[in-house]
């Protein structure tokens, strides 16, 4: 799934990550959730990640390929806090339901569980005998994340495809899946920002929470925000073209540089 998940417990897990973390944990109750950015001290964005928060723990999710750098930063501030962070990565994996209608697919394999129905909320549901976490993570359409146990993935995906004939639904690939990314204006780290981009550069506002207070790169974040803004801001544009951009291709105005592309594709929906 390329997807890695930390678990977080110990009495100091909340104000631990809340201090480590853009966004505000304490508004999260039980099977809530939000996203939110791991920075530097210069207002850097190390990561984004997704957080989950269980009845006796937190969980973070994100991209793999960030899971070294994200344990080794989190451990340099773990100094007298009694938290423990263990990697579940090797045990559970991710399939993602995606479309409008996801919910509708899913109902035919668990009828009467209560699937989540806000932003970032999750549920537990049985399926092949395994419990799965279910993650409301709309990605420009209705869509579910499904965390499960990887010794129960296969008969788990097996049921999805048979449950899924009636609608039509089918197995997508990484190209369509960015086409979707794209389309909803979620960038993506390592291909759209990275560890050179302030975390108010990359337009991922509903990241931070500007009234809880202090955390690592807070300063910075804050000082930017006072000023009212930075030099250089990601965001989508619609091209006049039959081909997609390559990423680093310039953009100009009045025959100067006035930004790069990041991610192009060209959108069936759109037909642009």
Same mark, same amino acid.
């Given at each position: 799934?390329? $997807?890695?998940?930390?678990? #977080?417990?110990?009495?100091?897990?909340?104000?631990?990550?809340?201090?480590?973390?853009?966004?505000?944990?304490? &508004?999260?109750?039980?099977?809530?959730?939000?996203?939110?950015?791991?920075? &530097?001290?210069?207002?850097?964005?190390?990561?984004?990640?997704?957080?989950?928060?269980?009845?006796?723990?937190?969980? /973070?999710?994100?991209?793999?390929?960030?899971?070294?750098?994200?344990?080794?930063? +989190?451990?340099?501030? +773990?100094?007298?806090?009694?938290?423990?962070?263990?990697?579940?990565?090797?045990?559970? &994996?991710?399939?993602?339901?995606?479309?409008?209608?996801?919910?509708?697919? +899913?109902?035919?394999?668990?009828?009467?569980?209560?699937?989540?129905?806000?932003?970032?909320?999750?549920?537990?549901?049985? /399926?092949?005998?395994?419990?799965?976490?279910?993650? $409301?993570?709309?990605?420009?359409?209705?869509?579910?994340?499904?965390? %499960?146990?990887?010794?129960?993935?296969?008969?788990?995906?097996?049921?999805?495809?048979?449950?899924?004939?009636?609608?039509?639904?089918?197995?997508?690939?990484?190209?369509?899946?960015?086409?979707?990314?794209?389309?909803?204006?979620?960038?993506?780290?390592?291909?759209?920002?990275?560890?050179?981009?302030?975390?108010?550069?990359?337009?991922?506002?509903?990241?931070?929470? #500007? &009234?809880?207070?202090?955390?690592?790169?807070?300063?910075?974040?804050?000082?930017?925000?006072? $000023?009212?803004?930075?030099?250089?801001?990601?965001?989508? +544009?619609? /091209?006049?073209?039959?081909?997609?951009?390559?990423?680093?291709?310039? /953009?100009?105005?009045?025959?100067?540089?006035?930004?790069?592309?990041?991610?192009? %594709?060209?959108?069936?929906?759109?037909? $642009?």
């Amino acid at each position: 799934s390329r $997807r890695g998940l930390l678990q #977080f417990t110990g009495p100091d897990r909340l104000s631990f990550l809340q201090g480590m973390l853009s966004n505000d944990l304490r &508004t999260l109750q039980p099977f809530t959730g939000q996203y939110a950015t791991i920075l &530097t001290q210069q207002g850097k964005v190390v990561a984004d990640v997704r957080v989950l928060c269980a009845m006796n723990s937190f969980y /973070l999710d994100f991209w793999e390929s960030l899971k070294d750098k994200i344990i080794e930063h +989190l451990n340099r501030y +773990l100094v007298a806090d009694e938290v423990e962070i263990a990697d579940r990565s090797a045990e559970y &994996t991710f399939i993602s339901v995606q479309g409008p209608r996801a919910e509708s697919l +899913l109902r035919t394999l668990v009828k009467n569980a209560e699937l989540p129905a806000q932003e970032k909320q999750h549920a537990m549901i049985a /399926l092949e005998d395994a419990a799965v976490c279910v993650v $409301r993570d709309d990605h420009g359409m209705a869509a579910f994340d499904l965390i %499960v146990p990887v010794a129960s993935a296969v008969g788990i995906a097996e049921r999805l495809t048979q449950a899924g004939k009636q609608f039509s639904a089918a197995w997508v690939g990484e190209d369509a899946q960015n086409i979707l990314r794209i389309e909803a204006g979620i960038p993506r780290y390592g291909v759209d920002f990275n560890e050179d981009n302030l975390l108010l550069e990359v337009g991922i506002d509903h990241a931070v929470s #500007f &009234t809880k207070g202090c955390y690592l790169g807070q300063e910075v974040v804050e000082r930017i925000r006072s $000023r009212g803004h930075v030099n250089k801001r990601l965001c989508g +544009l619609l /091209l006049d073209s039959a081909v997609a951009a390559d990423a680093g291709d310039q /953009l100009q105005a009045d025959g100067k540089e006035a930004g790069r592309i990041t991610s192009s %594709v060209i959108s069936p929906r759109l037909g $642009r």
